[in-house]
Every structure is written in structure tokens, then in C-alpha cells.
């Protein structure tokens, strides 16, 4: 049987590039967003670039908890092991903490740090039943770096990377790798208007490589964090 990948958010950015590339490694893949149209297209292509390779798409908002919960089941009614687990889901909200609007850091919150703890939770026992899988949690560079114009994003991400340290000591046991992405700026969704060459960014088919890259390392090595920047820095 092939292996299973879960990837939130698998639709756009970081997700897509995810998405193809695990495909292209021949694992059957389990992805979610609010927007159907977008998993069709999704699903229609990976299917044609991919057609040995199982597409599941799973409509749901991993800002609510009715929508971590749709996908936990979803993935549960499958009766397969989880593999590979990316919590990439994430939003930006621009502000600062002491004039930004009522309810951001809320919002932040429920979808930057609950969709990775709700999700984990949900499929993780799989995990430690079988004593073997990886958890890629996509944190930011604001994880590190206190971002001044994204008061409520730095403390979600903050948090991510708090959550991906200790679910890291917690699965050692379960021989089940937990790894802390942290790129800076990526060229997706979150950064379009912004009058700055691709250049400037990481690509997120980067992003998926390196992942790749450390999900192939032997059994005997974790990369606990791995940080990747645009190559001229910070924006």
C-alpha cells in the first residue's frame, strides 16, 4: 500500500507545492480548503500528472472547529496510518497589537496554532500505535523574529514553533520525527500587491524540497528546525 501524506491548506503556495511533490513520490494524499472549487482543480491536477496517486479532498475551514473536526473524521473513516502529517494552513493579518482590530489575534490563533493542534491530535495516535511517522509543522520566520507589523501573526507563530518543541520531546518514544519549518518570506498569496521582484522570495516549490530532502534522511536523524531565508535577507 503507498504511503499516506496529509497536507492542510494543499491548494495554493507552500500547500500546492507540497501537494506535487509528494505525489511525485507516489504517496496517496489527503488535502483540505475552504474554497471547493479550488481542491477540484487541485485534484483534477495532480490526477492527470499523477494518475496512480489517490487525490482526497476534504472541504473545510481549520479556522472553526467544525472544520478541524470534518477533517480529523475524514481522514479517520480513511482506516489508514497517517505517514506524513504537514500542518501548513495559515493566514496573515497585518497590524500591530496596540491598534490592530478587536478579534485578530483570536482569528490568528484559531487558524495559524488550533488547525496544527486539533489536526495532530486528531490523527496522531495512528502514529504512535505503528511507532513510526513525521510531523512537519510550517512556522515562519516570525517564529523567530518578532515581526512589528504583524503583532497578532508573530504571537500565533510563536506559538506554532512553541507547540512543534514539545510535541518534538513527546514523540521521541514513538520514534516519530517532528520538524519546525521556518521560511521567511515566500512568494504566495499572502504577499500579492507587494511591488517587489520573485527574487525576493522563496519559491514554495523550495520550500517542498527541502522538506523532501529531510524526510529522506536515514531513521537515525531529525532536523529539528530547518530556517530558509531569500537569498538577499528578510523583507
Known amino acids: 500500500m503507498k504511503k499516506l501524506v496529509v497536507i492542510t491548506g494543499g491548494t495554493k503556495g507552500i500547500g500546492k507545492a507540497l501537494v ?12 483540505c480548503a475552504r474554497n471547493k472549487d479550488d481542491l477540484e482543480k487541485l485534484k483534477s491536477e495532480v490526477r492527470e500528472l499523477f494518475p496512480d496517486v489517490k487525490i482526497n479532498i476534504c472541504q473545510a475551514d481549520l479556522s472553526t472547529k467544525e472544520g478541524r473536526e470534518s477533517l480529523v473524521f ?19 493579518i497585518q497590524g500591530q497589537i496596540f491598534n490592530e482590530p478587536e478579534g485578530v489575534l483570536e482569528s490568528q490563533i484559531q487558524t495559524n496554532l488550533y488547525s496544527a493542534y486539533d489536526i495532530t491530535r ?22 523567530i523574529v518578532p515581526y512589528a507589523s504583524g503583532g497578532s501573526y508573530s504571537i500565533s507563530k510563536f506559538a506554532m514553533l512553541g507547540m512543534t518543541k514539545v510535541l518534538r520531546e513527546e514523540m521521541k518514544p ?11 518570506a515566500t512568494l504566495t498569496a499572502s504577499w500579492e ?15 517542498a524540497d527541502s522538506i523532501m530532502g529531510i524526510y529522506d534522511l536515514s531513521d537515525y536523524t531529525v532536523v529539528e528546525e530547518l530556517v530558509l531565508r531569500p537569498q538577499l535577507g528578510d523583507i
Not at 193 to 207: C, S
Request: charged letters at 20%; hydrophobic letters at 45%; one cysteine or more.
Open 174 to 184: 514513538f520514534n516519530i520525527k517532528v520538524t519546525a519549518v521556518i521560511p521567511g
Open 122 to 143: 486528531g490523527v496522531i495516535q495512528g502514529m504512535i500505535d505503528v511507532k513510526s511517522g513525521y510531523i512537519f509543522n510550517i512556522c515562519s520566520i516570525a517564529s
Open 74 to 92: 475524514y481522514v479517520r473513516s480513511m482506516k489508514r496510518t497517517v505517514d506524513v502529517l504537514i500542518n501548513n494552513t495559515g493566514v496573515f
Open 193 to 207: 500587491g507587494v511591488d517587489l521582484p520573485p527574487e525576493r522570495f522563496i519559491k514554495p516549490e523550495d520550500v
Open 20 to 31: 506535487l511533490k509528494f505525489a511525485s513520490r507516489d504517496f496517496d494524499v489527503v488535502t
